[in-house]
């Protein structure tokens, strides 16, 4: 067992309605609002609503595996652990859990500096900014959002309260709006199957799935701060699903709602589709209220973003699996702050340098091969070799929903195109070579 059972210092304070709240406004954050007229886009006509659907699906039947390995390993850094656990038996868990750790130094900056971007971005709706502008805004949020994390887990779990209350009643305007609003028939002139479902559809209809999973992903939070929540065993499944089937419901509501109302051209040339389509029904004043209130729910997923991927470095520091000054606990607020401020500083670097939709596809490509697809094999291979050991919770049919999972995101990583499928391959054969290295020098922990 990897001694983040025995050795982490954090206090299990969040309860099911505080680890359910942190999955959903990580969920949430700024990506509908700036995916919604990119899956339009590339749609061109045909129903947009299936790539929400599958992206539910893909979360929902890959939940089973977080479920499996969250109970059964539940410490802060989630996947970390579940890499380095499931492997272990091989001889290959500090290899695939380097590996994680390597891509979310990368990664977790990234997906702190796409919602940042897109704050940015739609701030723009209240006041024009330039380029420079936006970048002075997006930089400024993660330094802001750093410095609210800087506290006692337990006043963490409060102010997530108070952010989801928000972006629940946020969600829930816009979709009384689209249901107070709705024609039928626009809805079906957005949302046309073709008549011929050629590979050519197939093709598009992944690339859209791969910018609505990244609206999806986010439900497994809770598992990367295992380590404070309270009865893992029971709350960390049930946060999951309830995350999921919430979120599902109000993605599927809201992209239907607005396609029952606006025109698909209209949907597609929209940089603030929520703004315009507040502004259409309402009026102007209206749809500058709605963008603070989307800002808002921007500002909660960070939140609850940092706040997890935070805990992954550290887990590894502890496991001697990466630099020891990532493991130093906060002598009074007992969170690990290394961790955060060095996370809030590589996001707020990468928050000036890319672009959005760029920023979005690289997460996706990043965290399929290791984080989504090797930690299932890792689940499937580790259920047996210990085939007499209890699980606290175990996936129906298995291992079914997990091969599934598995063909989905393996669907999911050839849509992402070449170029993308080459940088991701590439970062798992440089990671892989430092682990070597590392090992051969003496840096790195068994296995």
């Given at each position: 067992m990897s001694n983040n059972n025995s050795g982490e210092k954090l206090t299990r304070e969040i309860n099911l309605t505080q680890a359910t709240a942190i999955n959903m406004i990580d969920m949430v954050g700024i990506g509908p609002f700036v995916v919604l007229p990119l899956v339009?886009?590339?749609?061109?006509?045909?129903?947009?609503?299936?790539?929400?659907?599958?992206?539910?699906?893909?979360?929902?039947?890959?939940?089973?595996?977080?479920?499996?390995?969250?109970?059964?390993?539940?410490?802060?850094?989630?996947?970390?652990?579940?890499?380095?656990?499931?492997?272990?038996?091989?001889?290959?868990?500090?290899?695939?859990?380097?590996?994680?750790?390597?891509?979310?130094?990368?990664?977790?900056?990234?997906?702190?500096?796409?919602?940042?971007?897109?704050?940015?971005?739609?701030?723009?709706?209240?006041?024009?900014?330039?380029?420079?502008?936006?970048?002075?805004v997006s930089g400024t949020l993660v330094i802001a959002l750093t410095a609210l994390l800087y506290r006692k887990i337990g006043s963490v779990g409060k102010?997530?309260?108070?952010?989801?209350?928000?972006?629940?009643?946020?969600?829930?305007?816009?979709?009384?709006?689209?249901?107070?609003?709705?024609?039928?028939?626009?809805?079906?002139?957005?949302?046309?199957?073709?008549?011929?479902?050629?590979?050519?559809?197939?093709?598009?209809?992944?690339?859209?799935?791969?910018?609505?999973?990244?609206?999806?992903?986010?439900?497994y939070n809770v598992c990367h701060i295992g380590g404070e929540v309270q009865q893992p065993k029971r709350v960390i499944p049930r946060s999951m699903f309830l995350s999921i089937a919430g979120i599902t419901f109000i993605y599927l509501a809201m992209a239907s709602g607005i396609s029952g109302v606006l025109p698909a051209s209209t949907i597609r040339g929209s940089q603030f589709i929520v703004s315009t389509f507040i502004e259409f029904i309402y009026g102007k004043q209206a749809a500058y209220f709605a963008t603070i209130l989307i800002l808002w729910i921007a500002f909660a997923s960070l939140f609850a973003v940092m706040l997890g991927y935070s805990r992954v470095p550290y887990a590894a520091a502890l496991d001697g699996n990466f630099f020891r000054v990532f493991s130093k606990i906060h002598p009074t607020k007992h969170f690990p702050h290394i961790s955060l401020l060095t996370l809030g500083a590589i996001a707020f670097c990468f928050s000036l340098l890319f672009k959005l939709k760029e920023v979005i596809t690289a997460i996706v490509v990043m965290r399929i091969i290791v984080q989504f697809i090797g930690q299932t094999i890792g689940l499937i291979l580790y259920r047996r070799?210990?085939?007499?050991?209890?699980?606290?919770?175990?996936?129906?049919?298995?291992?079914?929903?997990?091969?599934?999972?598995?063909?989905?995101?393996?669907?999911?990583?050839?849509?992402?195109?070449?170029?993308?499928?080459?940088?991701?391959?590439?970062?798992i054969i440089l990671g892989s070579l430092v682990y070597y290295i590392r090992k051969r020098a003496g840096f790195t922990s068994g296995d």
């Open positions: 339009f886009l590339n749609m061109a006509g045909s129903s947009a609503i299936l790539p929400w659907l599958l992206g539910a699906a893909v979360a929902c039947i890959d939940a089973f595996t977080w479920s499996e390995l969250g109970t059964k390993f539940p410490f802060a850094g989630g996947s970390y652990n579940f890499l380095r656990e499931t492997y272990k038996p091989f001889r290959l868990g500090g290899f695939f859990s380097f590996l994680f750790i390597w891509q979310t130094i990368i990664q977790a900056p990234l997906v702190i500096a796409s919602g940042s971007i897109g704050f940015a971005q739609y701030a723009s709706y209240l006041y024009p900014l330039t380029p420079i502008q936006q970048k002075i102010i997530s309260l108070i952010l989801w209350g928000g972006v629940m009643c946020t969600l829930a305007w816009i979709i009384f709006g689209a249901a107070t609003h709705f024609r039928s028939s626009v809805f079906m002139a957005n949302n046309i199957l073709p008549h011929e479902l050629s590979f050519a559809f197939f093709g598009v209809l992944g690339m859209s799935t791969v910018q609505t999973i990244y609206c999806y992903l986010g439900y070799k210990k085939r007499n050991e209890s699980f606290p919770y175990t996936m129906p049919l298995f291992p079914l929903p997990a091969i599934i999972s598995m063909v989905f995101w393996g669907c999911i990583f050839l849509s992402t195109g070449f170029q993308f499928m080459l940088y991701g391959c590439a970062a």
